[in-house]
């Protein structure tokens, strides 16, 4: 799993602004998943992409956004129309069954 | 929608002794099962899987059981030991599928007492 990264571990934000959260992974998988994860309610599905340049929706897209213009690459930008986007996001990929999860990103909005 | 039951929330055990987590599922068509140990502050992390042709797979301390009748799994740490406390969430998914998309558990919160 140290070959999915997230940036930045933490990140602040101020009401109204979007943030782009970093994943990377150098796994050569094909599927990229978005999580988020707030206490008491387990882990969340905000996006995910079986392939480049495709994605779909999870249980909880709305006031996200994504792209996968690379392989590698699965940028997550939480937006202004995000009400409550405080909490630890956590970005994983998969080549069949298992998924391997990044580090995982803790955002607070102020 | 599909589903994945967890219980109990949270479970405190004293070392030494048998811990059992269950997690029900509500779409038939599931065939992989995995758990997922996660620390805090850290990410989760693959302990054991099943898959729907397997009623019990056993690594060491940890088990699985599987019952597709009931819809139901569960995991089984035998001889706890204080490194065991974390949360625990269990998945289902549909391979056939082809998304390889998870439905998880709500967690439980596992502590191990000295």
């Known amino acids: 799993d140290g070959g999915i990264t997230q940036s930045p571990k933490y990140l602040f934000r101020k009401e109204g602004q979007n943030v782009t959260l970093s994943c990377e992974q150098n796994l050569n998988h094909d599927a990229m998943y978005w999580y988020r994860q707030d206490p008491g309610q387990g882990l969340r599905l905000i996006y995910y992409s079986q392939i480049v340049n495709d994605f779909q929706k999870g249980d909880i897209a709305e006031g996200y956004s994504v792209s996968r213009e690379k392989k590698e690459s699965f940028p997550l930008t939480v937006t202004s129309a995000q009400k409550n986007p405080t909490a630890f996001y956590l970005c994983?990929?998969?080549?069949?069954?298992?998924?391997?999860f990044g580090p995982g990103t803790r955002l607070t909005v102020l | 929608g599909e589903n994945v039951e967890q219980h109990p929330s949270t479970l405190s055990v004293q070392e030494g002794d048998s811990a059992v987590i269950k997690c029900t599922y509500s779409?038939?068509?599931?065939?992989?099962f995995p758990w997922y140990k996660q620390e805090l502050g850290k990410r989760p992390q693959l302990i054991i899987d099943?898959?729907?042709?397997?009623g019990e797979k056993k690594d060491q301390r940890i088990a699985v059981t599987l019952n597709k009748t009931a819809k139901h799994f569960s995991l089984h740490i035998t001889e706890t030991q204080p490194e065991d406390s974390a949360v625990y969430f269990c998945a289902a998914s549909n391979q056939a599928s082809g998304t390889y998309k998870y439905i998880f558990g709500t967690g439980t919160r596992l502590k191990v007492l000295a």
């Open positions: 994983a990929s998969s080549i069949n069954d298992e998924q391997f």
């Open positions: 099943i898959r729907s042709n397997v």
């Open positions: 779409d038939s068509a599931s065939n992989y």
